[in-house]
């Protein structure tokens, strides 16, 4: 595997990509694609977690979420590239209402068939 480098930044959310790594796989008609994020910002303590599981199910998402020790929230999201993309779009725009989301890094994983969206423990 490569080293990741930037692709894209919006706003101040930064995109990485993961090298010449074959990112997805094929299922039905639509890729499936995984991406890992980190939210920063005011994000725990907001029903982060359980809005992003809510979101991710209803967007038909598998993965998890979990607080970070550093006060970021963490997020695995796995999924065709348009419900991905949907789960990823709410997270930029701000989550919850009651989060304020500064800064969203997203990279590019290889899938791991995961089989649903749950929250994780806490990382310690």
Do not use: C, K, Y
């Not at 607080?67 to 709410?90: C, F, K, Q, T, Y």
Request: no cysteine; hydrophobic share 45%; charged share 25%.
């Amino acid at each position: 595997m490569g080293s990741a480098t930037v692709v894209a930044v919006a706003r101040s959310h930064r995109r990485v990509a993961l090298g010449d790594v074959e990112e997805a796989t094929q299922v039905s008609n639509e890729r499936v694609i995984a991406r890992r994020i980190v939210v920063h910002g005011r994000v725990q303590g907001v029903f982060f977690r359980a809005t992003t599981r809510d979101q991710a199910r209803q967007a038909g998402v598998n993965g998890w979420v979990r607080n970070r020790a550093d006060g970021a929230v963490e997020a695995w999201l796995e999924g065709p590239v348009s419900a991905v993309e949907r789960v990823l779009s709410w997270v930029e725009a701000g989550g919850p209402s009651r989060a304020h989301v500064d800064d969203v890094e997203v990279a590019e994983e290889l899938p791991g068939g995961h089989r649903r969206f749950a929250v994780r423990p806490d990382e310690a």
